[in-house]
């Protein structure tokens, strides 16, 4: 849990994270980036989990990893992202990971879970019942600092990104943009400028 105190506290500071963050976070075990499926064979199992698959079962965190990688993981040694982003700029848009434990910001240079809260608020961010029934909802927000169109063209590629990683996994996701923005805000403690885009709710059959 304290896998920051090797990094120097001017570190941390470049990052824009505090010493206090810093002890709270997740390190996230490597994720897959090699193997699974063909795509084409990827492509033909695509598919939102039904509201029937829900209640979903957890996956592991290793499988989460994977995940959070395929949204925004960084790719060819450090020189791009998985998915295309405007301008080439580093990601604009955030994933914050809801589950049980509490609430967490992926960070995708660390391959971390950065700590927001420990209250479980995945009853409190959707307006479908089958948000609360998923072991994790990601929460893609924009930074603010790109323009509007840009901050969704990009949660649609990191979204379609999980989607297809998770159907080579056999995992099962569902996109959704029904949500309760205010409490999102709330909880994620959003600056007014920052943006919720919308929902995935993950987890296994
Ligand atoms: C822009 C967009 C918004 C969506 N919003 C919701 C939503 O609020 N709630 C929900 O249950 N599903 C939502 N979905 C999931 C779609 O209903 C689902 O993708 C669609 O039924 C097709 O199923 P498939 O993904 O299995 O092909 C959304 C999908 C997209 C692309």
Redesign the pocket.
């Known amino acids: 849990m304290h896998g920051f105190r090797k990094y120097g506290i001017g570190v941390l500071a470049a990052l824009g994270l505090s010493a206090t963050a810093a002890c709270a976070d997740i390190p996230l075990p490597a994720p897959q980036q090699k193997g699974g499926q063909g795509i084409f064979t990827t492509l033909e199992s695509r ?2 989990a039904t509201p029937a698959d829900f209640p979903l079962k957890n996956i592991s965190m290793q499988e989460l990893s994977s995940l959070l990688w395929a949204a925004t993981g960084e790719n060819r040694a450090g020189k791009g992202w998985t998915v295309p982003l405007a301008m080439g700029n580093a990601p604009y848009n955030r994933i914050y990971v809801l589950n049980d434990s509490g609430i967490y910001r992926y960070h995708w240079k660390l391959n971390r879970l950065i700590e927001v809260s420990r209250k479980n608020i995945k009853n409190e961010v959707g307006l ?1 019942g ?1 948000v609360g029934k998923s072991p994790v909802v990601l929460v893609f927000v924009s930074d603010g600092n790109v323009r509007r169109e840009y901050a969704y063209i990009a949660t649609g590629a990191m979204t379609q990104n999980i989607y297809l990683a998770a159907a080579s996994m056999g995992i099962e996701g ?5 949500m309760n923005e205010n409490a999102i805000r709330q909880a994620l403690q959003l600056k007014e400028n920052e943006v919720p885009l ?1 929902l995935m709710l993950i987890g296994k059959k």
């Open positions: 598919h939102s479908q089958i569902r996109f959704v943009i029904s919308n």
